[in-house]
């Protein structure tokens, strides 16, 4: 699944990953309203409105905000009230950290009493799991530790099957009792990951900040997962390039929003050996990563949505994750194979989403 949160060595700072996305050398998409530097910016490009833009570190990447608002107190206000939140979620849904909850259930496997927030994105993912036909699983965490592992060796191997059949044993939803903020692994070892759902939900509840406080007109970019409303200035909608899977700047394709969101599932986000064929997304049921597809984008209307349905898609064969995506309402798709060939749902690329 997808990292959202690289680990923060205490010592040291950001380690390289982080560095490297934080730099902006490593992302999933590049929208319109760029990435500012990491101090504020203020520009009343009209009468009536400001146009308020901030970048920040959060969920392991870089998130950046851009708001068009009549006052700008208002805006920045908001805005910081925004951060603060995605800054507190972050801190719950981290699995990396063994203080917070979730890194209590991955080290234990039981909690008695699991935080509001934390059981909706857990129970959204047994959603996505049954919607997408098993394809979506929150359960891959040790696989994708294991991967992590064997990339990590100095003289690191591919799995072989017995490997990896020891590994997938841990893999299952049906292994999960969660029942009145209650949740335990049934099997000693099991972990699970949040990472191919929390930052949509992060972002989506970001945007849910912004629009309690007055602010109609936003976008939100957390390292490629992309919440819009509104339009940007002389009410154009939000424009947003998909990142090209090979790193060319060849953006193979433009998304133009309103009020809407955007997700991209790639190989080149996480990957754990040279030839990027163990990665961060994984196939729950034969434990190894797809090979034939680059990235994955899914336009849907909440952020949480496009996340999880990017990874789910990603795992599917290209003809079968369309078949999936004009299937679902609100929802259209891209997938890029590693040859370069694109598959698109009926309604992708329209003129306005």
Not at 8 to 14: I, N, Q, R, S
Not at 42 to 66: C, E, L, P, W
Not at 181 to 205: C, E, H, N, S, W
């Amino acid at each position: 699944m997808k990292l959202i949160e690289q680990q923060w060595d205490h010592e040291k700072g950001l380690n390289r990953r982080a560095f490297l996305k934080l730099s902006g050398l490593i992302g999933l998409g590049m929208a319109s309203a760029s990435f500012m530097p990491l101090t504020a910016e203020a520009v009343k490009f009209n009468r009536k409105q400001y146009k308020i833009s901030h970048t920040d570190f959060a969920m392991g990447t870089v998130v950046a905000m851009t708001l068009i608002h009549v006052s700008r107190d208002e805006a920045e206000e908001a805005m910081g009230q925004a951060f603060e939140e995605i800054q507190r979620l972050t801190r719950m849904l981290n699995r990396f950290d063994d203080r917070t909850v979730l890194g209590q259930l991955n080290r234990e496997g039981f909690v008695g009493h699991i935080p509001g927030e934390m059981q909706q994105v857990i129970a959204r993912g047994l959603e996505y799991h049954r919607l997408s036909k098993g394809n979506f699983d929150i359960t891959v965490k040790p696989v994708v530790d294991f991967f992590h592992q064997k990339g990590r060796g100095i003289n690191s191997s591919r799995p072989t099957d017995k490997q990896i059949e020891q590994v997938l044993s841990l893999v299952g939803t049906e292994k999960i009792d969660l029942q009145n903020g209650v949740i335990r692994f049934k099997q000693p070892g099991m972990g699970i990951t949040l990472d191919g759902i929390a930052k949509g939900y992060i972002v989506d509840r970001a945007a849910l900040v912004l629009r309690e406080r007055g602010v109609e007109n936003f976008l939100i970019n957390a390292g490629g997962d992309i919440r819009t409303a509104g339009a940007k200035e002389n009410e154009k909608p939000w424009t947003i390039a998909v990142q090209d899977p090979r790193k060319k700047e060849n953006h193979p394709d433009i998304i133009r929003l309103k009020d809407g969101a955007v997700a991209t599932s790639g190989n080149y986000e996480v990957y754990f050996d040279k030839e990027k064929m163990l990665h961060h997304i994984v196939n729950p049921r034969t434990g190894i990563s797809p090979l034939t597809r680059a990235s994955v984008s899914v336009t849907a209307r909440t952020t949480m949505d496009a996340d999880a349905l990017s990874t789910a898609v990603f795992v599917m064969e290209p003809e079968e994750g369309i078949r999936f995506i004009n299937a679902l309402p609100d929802c259209e798709c891209l997938t890029i194979t590693r040859s370069g060939s694109k598959y698109k749902s009926t309604g992708w690329n329209r003129d306005e989403v």
